[in-house]
């Protein structure tokens, strides 16, 4: 079986547990060294041979499983994500010694299961780990926790709500510096203001949330920002800048790995084609993110396949109509 060296065990389950808070932001082959490196970690640390299992090995077993569970999140890949996520909450049980590690794995397990559809599953788990980050007293999570349930709320339509969420996790984040947790907050409420169409506000929130992101190194939240303000600049006509954005946030999530991120990229940019003319274009982007959304078994394939389906006809009138 594989061993870590003895003197070198320690500062590799340190580097490799903090760096993998970070993994959204690596690009590609990187992710996969961290995922290897964890793999190798939770096989030695888990028990066999009759081995006994001190307390602290438990700890860093759970540690490694969650870790895993947020690399794979960063790849898209949920059900793997959800796999070693209830690997590490079966282990953590009722102790109370690991109550900070299992309001981790419910957090990151709501996450999953938000993506994967099963918002109520979602909502309780965030509910069940604030109501232990509130009890340990880690403010920074439970801000996390309130950030990501107002995210729900936002997309159930419920605004108010969802706007309350993101309001006291920004107040959390502000009060204990947390300024990548408050560029997404601020990033989020862009969108609400954005839906309901006070434009000006939601481009200040964005480009406010563009610039924290950018200090501080997050790729996958600044592709996301660039997404987004590039929705904002094709609703108001300006489809060349709305063009360039698109293009700089794909850049991004080709670059960390992100399929879904690209995915949603490639429909946007194929439909903004379409209503410019470039058929040709347009289809090929479509066609891309329908090739991934597929591998990834989402619903959102369908959603896809019609789009799809009305720009070939639009480019069919058009030819039928030259006499192409």
Do not use: W
Not at 296 to 307: G, H, Q, T
């Amino acid at each position: 079986m594989f061993k870590t060296p003895a003197n070198t065990r320690d500062d590799a389950i340190s580097q490799t547990l903090d760096a993998s808070k970070e993994i959204s932001n690596c690009e590609v082959p990187e992710k996969q060294e961290r995922i290897d490196l964890l793999k190798r970690l939770l096989i030695e640390y888990t028990p066999s041979n009759g081995r006994e299992e001190t307390q602290g090995d438990l700890k860093t077993r759970i540690r490694v499983l969650n870790d895993l569970g947020i690399a794979y999140r960063s790849r898209s890949d949920y059900s793997t994500a959800k796999y070693y996520l209830k690997q590490a909450l079966d282990l953590v049980k009722d102790d109370e010694d690991l109550a900070e590690l299992k309001a981790n794995s419910l957090h990151e397990l709501a996450i999953v299961e938000r993506n994967l559809g099963e918002i109520e599953k979602a909502i309780t788990l965030e509910k069940q780990a604030m109501e232990i980050f509130e009890r340990i007293g880690d403010i920074k999570m439970k801000a996390a926790t309130l950030h990501q349930l107002a995210i729900i709320y936002a997309n159930q339509g419920d605004v108010e709500k969802a706007i309350a969420f993101y309001q006291e996790s920004l107040e959390l984040e502000e009060k204990i510096g947390d300024v990548q947790g408050k560029a997404a907050t601020l990033h989020c409420l862009a969108i609400i203001y954005a839906n309901q169409g006070d434009v000006e506000k939601a481009i200040a929130f964005y480009q406010e949330s563009l610039e924290v992101k950018e200090k501080v190194g997050d790729v996958q939240g600044k592709a996301a920002t660039l997404h987004c303000l590039a929705i904002i600049y094709a609703n108001q006509g300006e489809v060349e800048k709305a063009i360039a954005f698109y293009q700089q946030s794909l850049e991004l999530k080709e670059k960390i790995g992100d399929v879904q991120g690209k995915a949603a990229t490639f429909v946007m940019l194929g439909q903004l084609l379409a209503a410019q003319g470039d058929f040709d274009q347009a289809l090929n982007y479509l066609q891309q993110s329908l090739e991934i959304l597929q591998h990834l078994r989402s619903p959102d394939a369908e959603i896809v396949k019609e789009i799809i389906a009305e720009v070939e006809q639009m480019d069919g009138d058009r030819k039928f109509a030259r006499g192409i």
